[in-house]
């Protein structure tokens, strides 16, 4: 995941001043938005148990060899390794520091059973010279970076080249109404910290938005300010489609959410289960998966 | 007009309005601006060229409102309409070009054919309006449509088309214009997020409870602007803009547009964009 975030505020040495109180660190300047991070967008437990059901239905066979684009903290690499012996994984991201950290903080804790079975390389998505894998993944909307056509076309024929003969390709997408809007949602996460998405700018003409995470501490109020920046185009789902089968796919599927709730009410649930749809109307925002198989 | 409305002008003694109505020209009233469309299209031409237009080619013409006003709004200015209904360019005909005298009406001239076919006689300015080419809903369709227009222009050449978002675009929903003497019904009855198909309605309803409903059918994918964007430039135009109409303080549209950098979307928004060759 492409993280350009300012300087963590933890990186910064408190100022000394003789009163102690007040050069006592907030709890934002010593937090660890990495941990943050993963506490409040990432649930690869889930996701792994979903592209498994998948894979195994469309090809007959569990996936073993994993790739995770824009891997970040290798979080979900790791979890993939967890969950069976045989399974291996390769996070691909740009940002060393990043992988630095997912080195110390995910895989060692995992011991050396798991950890060897991941390889981290620091590399833009698009290099081609890994060995191939059944299943590459590119969550949290990372591949949002790429803002032309050319450069995310380019990212999928990479992507179709580096899988197997049945391989897949699994990405997440947002959209709905408030996806094309400016908006700032809040959402308690543990630790006594509430995560914030901003949706800074959103342009109708080209698409392009600007978003930010950041988080809120209950207890000393104290903020981590947009520790987390996102310059992005939001991809549509025909575009993504088109672009998939130009790439080399042979077909895609969408799935959405299942949401609860009657019609009329003011909120629907997420349920956590996704299904595959061939048609849907729009609703004010959601996530969906997209497969796009080899 | 629907059959049901046909049917019933023989049973009924007294003829509803709906069936005295004539739908070409409540679309007209409803949704078209000509002289506006000329006057925007002339600005933004010279703002882009230095020197005026003279020959205009109206794509999906349907009555040709635009080629008549844009005849008779300079005495070299010369139009051509493409259609593929020819009752309609008929109707077009009698309402537009035959009052308007023989000097007008010989400047203009109407082919029943599709768009995507035609590609002579060059001409200064091609025009797209009221989102007719949303029915190319393949990328491969539109961008083959938007490469005939770039074919069929002079050198200096600019398309002009309009199109449709905002947050409310991509919801269904339907919307009401009164008119005094009728109500023009917009309906957005259905949207697609995978494929962004759009299947849109216009209704007239009158005040003896009388309606036309489902005047016109539409069966669109709706377009999303960085998507015409890339399939412009991809058809061969070299510089495309996007204009916005500003707004008086209490938020209406004014009719002036601009070329802005960066603009916050809107619940519900149409705007102009131009191609040049």
């Known amino acids: 995941m492409p993280k350009k975030s300012s300087k963590s505020p933890a990186a910064k040495a408190p100022k000394k001043k003789t009163a102690k109180k007040a050069t006592r660190p907030t709890l934002a300047q010593r937090a660890d938005k990495h941990q943050l991070y993963q506490w409040s967008v990432q649930s690869p437990g889930v996701d792994i148990e979903f592209f498994t059901e998948e894979f195994t239905r469309h090809r007959g066979r569990k996936p073993l060899r994993l790739r995770e684009d824009f891997c970040g903290t290798a979080h979900f690499s790791t979890e993939w390794c967890k969950t069976d012996p045989q399974r291996t994984a390769l996070g691909v991201d740009l940002d060393g520091p990043t992988l630095a950290y997912g080195r110390q903080h995910n895989l060692e804790p995992a011991g050396p059973a798991v950890a060897n079975r991941v390889k981290l390389a620091q590399a833009d998505v698009r290099e081609t010279r890994f060995a191939k894998v059944d299943l590459t993944l590119a969550m949290n909307f990372s591949y949002c970076v790429f803002k032309t056509r050319d450069e995310l076309q380019t990212y999928f024929a990479a992507a179709c080249k580096g899988l197997v003969r049945d391989g897949i390709l699994a990405l997440e997408v947002y959209g709905g109404t408030e996806s094309m809007s400016t908006l700032t949602e809040e959402r308690d996460i543990r630790g006594g910290a509430t995560y914030i998405w901003e949706q800074e700018k959103f342009s109708p003409i080209t698409h392009h938005t600007l978003c930010h995470i950041s988080w809120r501490f209950k207890k000393d109020k104290s903020v981590l300010h947009r520790a987390f920046t996102y310059d992005w185009r939001l991809w549509t789902l025909p575009e993504l489609r088109e672009l998939m089968l130009t790439a080399g796919f042979k077909s895609v599927k969408f799935y959405f959410e299942r949401v609860d709730g009657d019609e009329g009410d003011e909120f629907l649930t997420g349920t956590g289960e996704f299904i595959e749809h061939d048609e849907v109307d729009n609703q004010e925002a959601f996530l969906a998966y997209v497969l796009a198989l080899k | ?277």
């Open chain 2, 1 to 277: 007009m629907p059959r049901s409305a046909l049917a019933d002008k023989s049973k009924s003694p007294v003829r509803t309005l709906a069936a005295q109505a004539d739908r070409h020209a409540l679309y007209e009233r409803s949704v078209q601006d000509p002289d506006g469309d000329v006057k925007f299209f002339a600005r933004t031409y010279r703002k882009l060229r230095g020197h005026d237009p003279v020959s205009m080619r109206e794509d999906f013409c349907g009555t040709a409102a635009l080629c008549a006003a844009w005849a008779r709004s300079s005495p070299e200015r010369t139009a051509l309409g493409v259609d593929l209904s020819q009752e309609t360019m008929n109707w077009g005909t009698a309402r537009h070009l035959v009052p308007a005298g023989r000097d007008v009406a010989s400047r203009v001239s109407l082919v029943c054919a599709d768009v995507r076919s035609v590609r002579r006689p060059k001409v200064d300015l091609t025009c797209a309006l009221n989102f007719s080419y949303y029915c190319f809903k393949q990328r491969a369709e539109l961008l083959e449509y938007f490469t005939a227009v770039h074919a069929g222009l002079n050198r200096d050449g600019v398309f002009l088309l309009d199109m449709l978002g905002g947050t409310e675009a991509i919801l269904e929903g339907t919307t009401d214009n009164d008119h005094g003497d009728f109500i023009y019904r917009w309906e957005q009855a259905k949207f697609d997020a995978f494929s962004h198909d759009f299947q849109c309605y216009i209704h007239f309803l009158f005040p003896d409870g009388s309606k036309i409903y489902r005047a016109y059918a539409y069966d669109w994918r709706l377009w999303m602007a960085p998507e015409l964007r890339d399939i412009l430039l991809e058809a061969g135009f070299s510089r495309v803009h996007f204009y916005w109409e500003k707004t008086d303080a209490e938020g209406e549209g004014t009719g002036i547009f601009y070329e802005p950098d960066y603009v916050e979307n809107q619940e519900i928004w149409w705007t102009y964009i131009a191609a040049e060759r």
